[in-house]
């Protein structure tokens, strides 16, 4: 008994092959973790897109971290088909040497056909794994599309309110300016009258014009000049602002883009 014992071991790898076969079927084997842990993550970021179609609000920052995600898939799905190109090209390699190294030797059936079946039931796992993932991109590729129609619609949505609200200011202003328009000459009439500048003589019969009449025109000149300089100072330093922060989007998007 303890002779069996000793020479089982030994009879399991009569073929010099069999280590080879092991090794494949184990990397097969431990494949199968990663490929569990990829479908679970493709699945989970699938469902998010599902829930936003289905919901009502489309968070855009949301949609951007989804459209990484999709990347990351899409990344990894190549990476998988990639190391079972490899794999079933070894795999191949060792079936190819397997039939020549035992044709010959002329080694009887027996002693060929668990290597052989092993190498074979290998082989073709590997293929079916590659034309999983080859669906699963092609999935990714569709969910992608959903993405991007999603982030089209709400850019259009966010255009066309855009394009309402601008046109109630628009209307706004052209009430102000018509007010403007109607109050204004009045008010500059009745501001100058006001001053001190002008006013009637004494007899009635003309107008006096003040002696200080340029002291109201040393004043509101420089004032004037000064308020359309601050006016001009202040868009000036809004629209660096909104440069700066647009060159700041850009950045961080390269950035995505280069960590994805």
């Given at each position: 008994?303890?002779?069996?014992?000793?020479?089982?071991?030994?009879?399991?790898?009569?073929?010099?092959?069999?280590?080879?076969?092991?090794?494949?079927?184990?990397?097969?084997?431990?494949?199968?973790?990663?490929?569990?842990?990829?479908?679970?993550?493709?699945?989970?970021?699938?469902?998010?897109?599902?829930?936003?179609?289905?919901?009502?609000?489309?968070?855009?920052?949301?949609?951007?971290?989804?459209?990484?995600?999709?990347?990351?898939?899409?990344?990894?799905?190549?990476?998988?088909?990639?190391?079972?190109?490899?794999?079933?090209?070894?795999?191949?390699?060792?079936?190819?040497?397997?039939?020549?190294?035992?044709?010959?030797?002329?080694?009887?059936?027996?002693?060929?056909?668990?290597?052989?079946?092993?190498?074979?039931?290998?082989?073709?796992?590997?293929?079916?794994?590659?034309?999983?993932?080859?669906?699963?991109?092609?999935?990714?590729?569709?969910m992608m599309s959903l993405v991007?129609?999603?982030?089209?619609?709400?850019?259009?949505?966010?255009?066309?309110?855009?394009?309402?609200?601008?046109?109630?200011?628009?209307?706004?202003?052209?009430?102000?300016?018509?007010?403007?328009?109607?109050?204004?000459?009045?008010?500059?009439?009745?501001?100058?009258?006001?001053?001190?500048?002008?006013?009637?003589?004494?007899?009635?019969?003309?107008?006096?014009?003040?002696?200080?009449?340029?002291?109201?025109?040393?004043?509101?000149?420089?004032?004037?000049?000064?308020?359309?300089?601050?006016?001009?100072?202040?868009?000036?330093?809004?629209?660096?602002?909104?440069?700066?922060?647009?060159?700041?989007?850009?950045?961080?998007?390269?950035?995505?883009?280069?960590?994805?």
């Open positions: 008994m303890l002779n069996v014992s000793i020479q089982r071991p030994s009879s399991l790898i009569e073929d010099p092959f069999d280590i080879h076969v092991l090794l494949s079927t184990l990397s097969f084997e431990a494949s199968k973790y990663h490929i569990t842990h990829f479908r679970r993550f493709m699945w989970s970021q699938f469902n998010q897109v599902e829930e936003q179609i289905g919901g009502g609000s489309k968070d855009r920052a949301e949609l951007r971290e989804l459209t990484r995600k999709l990347q990351i898939i899409s990344q990894n799905a190549d990476s998988h088909i990639a190391n079972a190109d490899v794999a079933i090209i070894s795999a191949k390699g060792i079936q190819a040497a397997h039939a020549k190294l035992h044709r010959a030797l002329k080694s009887p059936l027996c002693s060929t056909e668990r290597g052989a079946d092993t190498t074979e039931y290998v082989i073709n796992s590997l293929e079916k794994q590659k034309l999983w993932f080859l669906n699963y991109k092609n999935r990714k590729d569709g991007f129609n999603l982030v089209t619609q709400q850019d259009a949505a966010n255009s066309i309110e855009i394009a309402a609200d601008t046109k109630r200011d628009s209307t706004s202003m052209n009430a102000i300016a018509a007010l403007t328009m109607v109050f204004l000459p009045g008010t500059f009439t009745a501001t100058i009258l006001g001053a001190g500048i002008f006013s009637a003589s004494t007899n009635g019969n003309g107008i006096r014009v003040s002696n200080l009449w340029w002291l109201w025109i040393a004043f509101t000149v420089p004032l004037t000049l000064g308020i359309m300089l601050g006016w001009w100072y202040y868009r000036k330093k809004e629209k660096k602002i909104e440069e700066n922060a647009r060159l700041q989007e850009e950045r961080q998007a390269e950035k995505s883009k280069a960590g994805v």
